[in-house]
Each structure stands twice: as structure tokens, then as C-alpha cells.
């Protein structure tokens, strides 16, 4: 390139990192809002906890499902429109919910209610909904994984995509701010001098209308509502901003593509049969995808571990309030900034490029802190030192959760990153089966907590001992 043709790289570059990160902050927005709403849906409808977690399941399952088919046709079609018409689908589902209530009384005449009749033509909507917004969620990251590499070079890639990582935890702990500080603790309206509407909150709650809580949730009756609502209007602008920033490829902007190895950046126009059968034999048939997927299968089941039951063990039986034990998932995505950050930089910088190298010994710390959490909970620590503990496995854990894809990217090169961090996302989000619903087994055990911790730490030395056969593998298979 020239000094102008890189000058205007390095600008549409950087561009790309931030219109890509603009954007899945926006679809994390409109996904981890619902988990804030469902006290509300619980206390004003009645919707049960197990209703709801069925519904965060089945939406979750095919969210990972969505991943694996979007990241097969990201590497196929144009990564700016289809990252906005996944942002514009989740956006128009957001807003539904938020009126839901007044679409089913509008459509049935039914009124508004904890009645069965209303709640279970409304749990039938919002279960729809749900389950749409969370397939088209799968239209975020694939795009991202797509386009990022065509503008970022593989010695560099950690340390970007790092830096574009931390769009999760902005995300996470803007709906946890914006949702769960502002809209659902100060917005709805007061109905705490309404009878009717705090005994009904009572009786979905299985509290006494005189409850502390029962009369907290009458204060801000139908918050839930705008827990969408306003997620959606902020994400409805963030479809137009995510539209003027991005472009595809660099030639979509009159530069020369990448170079790298032995590959000349401007290749032919390959045909469907050929790009299909480059993805078959750099991706499907690649042994390191496989073994980034089943080493990611044991980052997740850490990270949502920790993540999940952490507060609420800290809040069960350490004495936490739970203001604390709700703050715990913004110290927790902090403290993941920190360490995505730190193992990009440490990838390139010190390992050059070699990020396996960086993941083996995060997995390491991540068991280190786990262990120590053991130790220190057994001899009675405080809980604000055992918060801080688990947060420190957090921060290590967050290292290969970005690392992973950065290494398939380079590995199953830019042609077929897409599928490849499709198929790793897929396996990722199956952990659920284990760190939900096979932790909440050994919690309720005669193991109890203390066995939840010890199945941790078993699946830290398992991912650790992925990444060892790995520690003299390239960095990258673009000469190959």
C-alpha cells in the first residue's frame, strides 16, 4: 500500500473495530434486558420462575444454534447488512414485548391482568418474541467475526479483537445499569395505595400484602414494560448508527485487501463450490477448530458459573445484601475488561500472536482463584474478600472467552472465520446444560456448594489441558 492507501486503512480500520463494537453493545442491550424484567413479570402477571427460565432456555439453545447458522452464511454475504438486519429484527421484538400487554388486550379484549386467560395468551406472545429476538441475537457476532479480520492482521488480531470483546461487558453492565438501576427501580407507576393491585402482587409473589418486597414491586407496577421499551429505542438508533459507520471488505472502500504468508491480498472471485469446499477442509475438518470448541465448551461453564451462581451463593450464604450480590455482575464485568485487555496485549506483544500460549496460563489463574475461593470459604473469609476472589476468576476467565475466536479466525483464516466461530459458539452455549441446570443439581445435593466449586475447579484442568499440545502451534495458517 501507499502512505495514503495506509493512512485511510488505519482510519476504516479502526472505524470498523468501533462500528462493530457500537453494534453488539446495542444487541447485548436488547438480550441480557429481559433478565431484569422478569421480577417485574413475576410480580404484576404472575408468570412463574419456571415458565420464565423455560423460555430463557429455549431462547438460549437456539441463540447458540442461530450462531452456528449465521456463521456459516457470514462468510458468504455482506458483514454490514447482515450485523443490521439481525440489530433491526431484535430492536422491532423488544419494542412488541414492551406494548405486549396492551396488544393482547387491543386483539382478544381480554384486560390486562394476572387472570389465566390474559397471562396465558401473554406468556404465549412473549415466549414468540423471545424465542425470534434471541435467532436473530445470532446475527451479532458472526458478522463481527467476518469483518473484523478482513481489516485487522493476524499479528494484530489479538490484541483488536480484544479490545472488541470488551463490547460484552459494556453491554452487560449498561442493561445492568440502565435496566435494573434506573427502569426497574424508579420507573412504572405507584400503585401501592391500590388494594386490588398489592394483593394481586401478594398472591404472585407468595408474600403478605404488608411485604416490604410486595409494596417495592406496587411502587414501580409495570416497569417491566419499559425495561423493553427503552432498551428498544436506544437500540432502534443504534441500527442507524451501526448502518453509517460500517462497510464490508476494504475493496468496498477502494482499498487493496490484507496480505498475508504467501496469499496476495486481491484474490479472484472465488465460486460458491470453491468457498464451500475451502470452509469443508479449513474448518469442518480441521482438528484445532474442534479442540477450540471443546476447550471453549469449558471456558463457558466457568465463566457462567461464576457468573450465574456466584451472587446468589454470596448473597445465600454468605450474608450479602442483595444490592451487593447485584452489583457482584458489574465488578465481574470489569474485572473481564481487565482481562481480555490484558491477554490481547500479552498474545501480541509478548507471544507474537501466539494466543493459545496466553490461554493456557488464564485457564491456570482461573483454577488458582477458584481453589483459593474453596480455601478461603471453608475457613470463613469475608464475603466482600470471597466477591473479589471470584471476580479475579472472572478476569481470567474473560482471557481465552476472547482469545478463542481470535486463534480459530487465524486458523481457519479470514475466507472462513465466520463458520468456524459459528461452530465454536454453538458448543459454547450447550455449557448451559452443565453450569445451569447440572450445577443447580449438585447445589441442591448433599454436595451442596461446596461440590459446585470442586466441579469448577474439574473443569479448569480439563480446558487447561486442551491448550498444552497446543503451546508450539502457529499463530496462524494463512501459509498453508
Not at 452443565?434 to 480446558?463: E, N, P, Q, R, T
Amino acid at each position: 500500500m501507499t502512505a495514503e492507501q495506509q493512512k485511510k486503512f488505519k482510519y476504516w480500520q479502526w472505524r470498523t473495530i468501533a462500528g462493530t463494537m457500537i453494534g453488539y453493545i446495542f444487541f447485548y442491550l436488547i438480550r441480557k434486558n429481559f433478565s431484569f424484567a422478569m421480577p417485574g413479570l413475576t410480580a404484576d402477571l404472575g408468570i412463574t420462575k419456571a415458565t420464565l427460565g423455560g423460555v430463557l432456555s429455549a431462547a438460549g439453545f437456539l441463540y447458540g444454534l442461530s450462531k452456528l447458522l449465521n456463521g456459516m452464511l457470514a462468510d458468504r454475504i455482506n458483514g454490514r447488512w447482515h450485523m443490521v438486519t439481525g440489530l433491526a429484527v431484535s430492536t422491532a421484538t423488544a419494542f412488541i414485548i414492551g406494548y405486549g400487554a396492551e396488544i393482547i388486550t387491543a386483539l382478544t379484549g381480554v384486560p390486562e391482568g394476572s387472570t389465566p386467560e390474559f397471562v396465558g395468551k401473554f406468556t404465549i406472545l412473549l415466549s414468540a418474541l423471545w424465542i425470534v429476538n434471541n435467532i436473530f441475537q445470532g446475527c451479532g457476532f458472526p458478522p463481527c467475526s467476518r469483518l473484523i479480520p478482513r481489516w485487522v492482521p493476524a499479528n494484530e488480531l489479538s490484541t483488536k479483537m480484544s479490545i472488541w470483546n470488551t463490547s460484552h461487558s459494556i453491554g452487560a453492565g449498561l442493561a445492568g445499569v440502565l435496566c435494573g438501576v434506573v427502569i426497574m427501580s424508579t420507573m412504572g407507576t405507584d400503585m401501592s395505595g391500590n388494594p386490588e393491585i398489592v394483593n394481586m402482587i401478594a398472591a404472585n409473589l407468595n408474600e403478605s400484602p404488608e411485604s416490604a418486597e410486595v409494596i417495592a414491586k406496587a411502587q414501580h407496577y409495570g416497569a417491566w414494560k419499559w425495561a423493553f421499551i427503552i432498551p428498544g429505542i436506544i437500540a432502534a438508533i443504534g441500527v442507524f448508527v451501526t448502518m453509517a459507520i460500517l462497510r464490508d471488505t476494504p475493496k468496498s472502500v477502494g482499498l487493496p485487501e490484507l496480505e498475508d504468508g504467501s496469499k496476495k491480498g486481491d484474490e479472484p472471485q472465488e465460486s460458491q463450490a470453491e468457498i464451500s469446499a475451502f470452509i469443508r477442509k479449513h474448518v469442518w475438518q480441521n482438528p484445532v477448530i474442534w479442540a477450540l470448541a471443546l476447550a471453549d465448551f469449558f471456558v463457558y461453564i466457568i465463566r457462567f458459573a461464576v457468573l450465574d451462581w456466584g451472587p446468589t451463593f454470596l448473597q445465600e450464604h454468605c450474608g450479602m445484601t442483595p444490592g451487593w450480590a447485584a452489583s457482584t455482575v458489574i465488578i465481574f464485568e470489569l474485572f473481564g475488561v481487565v482481562g481480555m485487555l490484558a491477554a490481547g496485549w500479552i498474545s501480541d506483544k509478548v507471544f507474537g500472536g501466539r494466543a493459545t500460549r496466553t490461554c493456557l496460563f488464564c485457564m491456570l489463574g482461573a483454577l488458582l482463584s477458584i481453589a483459593g475461593f474453596i480455601a478461603l470459604q471453608t475457613s470463613g473469609a469475608d464475603a466482600v474478600v470471597l466477591l473479589f476472589v471470584l471476580a479475579l476468576a472472572g478476569m481470567f476467565i474473560y482471557g481465552p472467552q476472547a482469545l478463542i475466536g481470535v486463534i480459530a479466525s487465524n486458523h481457519a483464516t479470514r475466507k472462513a472465520s465466520a463458520t468456524a466461530n459459528g461452530i465454536i459458539g454453538f458448543v459454547s452455549y450447550v455449557s448451559v446444560l452443565v453450569s445451569g441446570w447440572g450445577f443447580g443439581l449438585i447445589a441442591d445435593s448433599k454436595y451442596g456448594w461446596h461440590g459446585v466449586f470442586v466441579a469448577m475447579v474439574v473443569m479448569a484442568i480439563i480446558g487447561a489441558l486442551i491448550f498444552v499440545p497446543m503451546w508450539k502451534m502457529k499463530r496462524d495458517a494463512y501459509e498453508e
